[in-house]
């Protein structure tokens, strides 16, 4: 669990701050031109170790205790299932994925035996960096971390059949994060594209939330105390679609990089 990030650390002045794994143990590190320069913890103090990217195992670059999830933020991604709706939400559609859920750039998108149609859903990720309760969306931006790519993996078929969503939004490994955060971004016009086997499937971009990130975190804060290392996913553009075992699925953001995982293949019957 993360202590509440001071407003004066260091890491307001970093860029890219990204967690890895070295022999079994887990690291903070800050990227600079591909050299990773370790960190004594989240606050931005440098050890004095460096390391190259290509060396390192990355992880989700938060370690959340809560996963919230907007859903229908995009009026097209509405559409795309329901061509005749007309009102759109008047306040955020919220659902929540287990923690455990998340998952590593790189690790493999499960397949699990007892779907037929695994979607991906290509998003951008908050991560919270202070405790946030009861704050305006004008402060909002204060108590964040940093920006990152996440990959809202949906059993569809399941979200359709059953009477709530926490087997279609949150079996393990359906939330893959990374690659790191961008501590300096503004998220209010970025573009997020998905990619499928290099096919572009969804081009999309910020600017055309229903909800922006401030109204998002700040709504979430009026009932549910987000704190440091929470993660929040702000929805998907159309485009979604289904996958195959062996597929790569690339979530790319404007000023953040790409997310990368390939789809294992199916899971046998136990």
């Not at 279609?168 to 998220?187: H, I, N, Q, R, Y």
Request: aromatic share 6%; hydrophobic share 40%.
């Amino acid at each position: 669990m993360l202590a509440d990030l001071a407003l004066g650390s260091l890491w307001l002045d970093l860029v890219q701050l990204l967690r890895y794994s070295t022999e079994s143990l887990c690291h903070w590190g800050e990227l600079r031109d591909g050299t990773i320069h370790e960190l004594v913890d989240i606050n931005g103090v440098r050890t004095g170790v460096t390391r190259d990217l290509a060396d390192v195992k990355l992880l989700a670059p938060c370690d959340p205790k809560t996963i919230v999830c907007v859903g229908r933020n995009y009026v097209d991604h509405i559409r795309e299932f329901d061509d005749t709706a007309e009102d759109l939400p008047t306040e955020p559609g919220l659902f929540l994925k287990s923690v455990q859920a998340l998952a590593h750039p790189g690790d493999p998108i499960p397949f699990p035996n007892w779907t037929k149609n695994l979607h991906y859903e290509g998003e951008l990720a908050v991560v919270i960096g202070r405790t946030m309760k009861n704050v305006s969306p004008a402060d909002a931006a204060d108590h964040v971390l940093g920006y990152t790519a996440a990959c809202d993996v949906t059993a569809r078929d399941k979200q359709r059949s059953d009477m709530q969503w926490t087997r279609a939004k949150s079996a393990d490994g359906f939330c893959p994060v990374g690659p790191w955060l961008e501590t300096e971004l503004d998220p209010s016009a970025l573009a997020l594209q998905t990619r499928v086997n290099g096919e572009l499937k969804q081009d999309g971009n910020t600017r055309d939330m229903i909800f922006d990130v401030p109204t998002i975190l700040s709504y979430i804060s009026t009932f549910l105390t987000l704190v440091p290392g929470d993660l929040v996913l702000t929805g998907t553009p159309e485009g979604v679609g289904p996958l195959q075992p062996g597929d790569r699925v690339e979530v790319s953001i404007e000023g953040v990089g790409t997310l990368v995982n390939l789809v294992a293949a199916k899971a046998e019957l136990a």
